[in-house]
């Protein structure tokens, strides 16, 4: 039933002999084109950034901030944060780690990540005072420093080499730029951009003593080399699996499971065990949608159920969902969903109101990634949607990778720009209003793609972030939420979380929201 991947001569790259034992050979979501894990939200480019860059805080499985590249102390008033690092950190070209580079490292992440935006916002200063030691001054309370510097997504605060680190975030780094101070080394003359990458072990590395949690702890590698090798065909990448020639498949097809379910030498299991929450992002730049009517036509029209059922097929792994912070989080809430969301129902009153709005048939150019199963269906189905409410839209495929970069353009969809996308977050991205890239409002210059100029949506932000009580924090949420839905920030489709699969000859992977390769054992 299973045919064996050399036969289907899909991959030219994979030996028809099984991996060697030092050598995990993994199938990720997407192939790897961006490089620069502060200038894209990729999921793809942050976990490479895992590989090779280390962090200055990590976050355990409680959502807990810990040390990591530095230990940490606060000053009684709350207003001065000093970071010292920790003793055997090595670039991989060599030299020690100072706190000029993460300084630098910081400065860079602070300016394109929305909670690094909002954080230097009531930051006086940061420095370095000694060689190990960054001081961070605050210039007006802020509470969730620590939280922001350890989030694992949507963009990490990576520690890079202060060269690297003090390029513009609005330079991509370059293959030459791929050098870190983290467990795996980038290997650039092995690098086949889109297709396949591959890392090898940082000898030099010291791992923290602590017990690896989510994207803290200790970073023990116990293989010699770990390659990523692009399949977007979800049988072939089955079937590599199946015949040994792979290791380890991220996103595997749900319609697929039972196959792999049905063989014993692998194992099936949730790595991110709070899930993905999967969204529609409008651009607020451009007509339609630089309408807020408009915009509040497209969320009627929409319908979770649809969406998640072509997106995952099989209900057992989907879960409708009104939360823009996941349902399964302490601040998760219905308040400001049209009841119309999560099973459809609103077709007509969507019609009504694009109509009393105006709307004059400009066609909604939507990108549509053709080559990631899953950001490929959620388009095709919202497309259906709103031409069902009287929307013309424009469905322009392209791979994932062309979309990544298209969505970065602020020109007009007819030259070149974009009217609507689709793509995935995992829970621990979006779980409170500073870490969640969508409840952004900083507009152009500051807000993540779409863009939208929202000052009141800021003014809650800040609010949330200075709030000291549990129960401050979940009202101004539920406020900040109603106000998303009111403005239609983005569109909320549902949650799902899809197992990955791996040859029982690996052990130690790791639950976490981030897939990581330390940690791994894999057996002769």
């Not at 690092?85 to 993460?102: N, P, S, Y």
């Not at 319609?255 to 049905?262: F, G, I, S, Y």
């Not at 469905?395 to 609507?420: F, I």
């Not at 799902?496 to 054992?521: E, K, M, Q, R």
Request: hydrophobic fraction near 40%.
């Amino acid at each position: 039933m299973v045919a064996l991947l050399s036969t289907c001569g899909a991959i030219s790259s994979l030996a028809a002999a099984p991996a060697e034992a030092n050598t995990i050979r993994a199938v990720m979501h997407s192939g790897l084109r961006v490089l620069d894990p502060i200038t894209t939200t990729a999921h793809i480019t942050r976990d490479h950034g895992y590989m090779i860059w280390d962090t200055l805080l990590g976050m355990d499985d409680k959502f807990q901030p810990q040390p990591q590249m530095a230990d940490w102390a606060v000053s009684d008033d709350g207003m001065t944060y000093t970071f010292t690092l920790r003793d055997g950190l090595t670039w991989h070209d060599g030299g020690q780690v100072t706190a000029k580079d993460v300084v630098a490292s910081f400065k860079r992440w602070a300016a394109r990540d929305g909670g690094g935006q909002m954080l230097m916002d009531h930051v006086a200063s940061v420095e370095a005072t000694d060689p190990a030691t960054m001081t961070l001054t605050l210039s007006s309370p802020f509470a969730y420093v620590l939280e922001l510097m350890a989030k694992p997504s949507s963009v990490p605060l990576f520690v890079m080499p202060e060269r690297i680190a003090s390029k513009s975030p609005d330079e991509t780094l370059t293959v030459e730029d791929q050098i870190g101070s983290g467990p795996f080394k980038f290997v650039a003359d092995e690098y086949d951009p889109g297709n396949r990458v591959v890392y090898e072990k940082f000898e030099d590395y010291v791992p923290r003593d602590e017990a690896a949690s989510w994207t803290a702890g200790g970073k023990v590698v116990n293989v010699d080399r770990v390659e990523w090798i692009n399949m977007s065909d979800a049988q072939t990448a089955l079937n590599a699996l199946n015949s040994g020639e792979i290791d380890f498949l991220e996103n595997p097809s749900t319609d697929l499971l039972p196959v792999l379910q049905a063989n014993p030498e692998l194992t099936i299991d949730k790595i991110n065990e709070l899930g993905n929450q999967t969204i529609g992002r409008f651009n607020f730049l451009y007509p339609p949608f630089d309408n807020p009517e408009i915009r509040r036509a497209a969320l009627l029209a929409m319908n979770q159920t649809d969406v998640l059922a072509s997106l995952i097929g099989n209900p057992e792994f989907y879960t409708p969902c009104d939360s823009m912070y996941g349902c399964q989080t302490p601040l998760a809430t219905d308040a400001g969903a049209p009841d119309s969301l999560a099973t459809g129902g609103g077709t007509e009153a969507a019609k009504k109101m694009l109509a009393d709005a105006g709307y004059d048939g400009t066609p909604i150019v939507m990108m549509q990634p053709t080559d990631a199963p899953t950001v490929s269906p959620q388009p095709v189905i919202a497309a259906q949607l709103l031409r069902q409410a009287g929307f013309t839209v424009d469905l322009q495929p392209m791979d994932w990778q062309t979309l990544v970069t298209r969505r970065a353009s602020q020109q007009p969809p007819s030259e070149g720009g974009w009217n609507m996308f689709f793509t995935n977050w995992y829970i621990p991205e979006v779980w409170n209003p500073l870490v969640n890239p969508m409840l952004n409002g900083r507009g152009k210059d500051g807000g993540w793609f779409g863009w939208p100029d929202d000052a009141e949506l800021e003014s809650m932000r800040n609010e949330f972030a200075k709030a000291t009580s549990d129960e401050d924090r979940k009202a101004i949420a539920e406020r900040i939420q109603q106000h998303a839905f009111e403005q239609v920030t983005y569109l909320p489709l549902g949650e799902y979380s899809v197992p990955a699969a791996w040859n029982n000859d690996l052990s130690g992977i790791l639950h976490s929201p981030v897939p990581v390769f330390w940690n791994i054992t894999k057996s002769e």
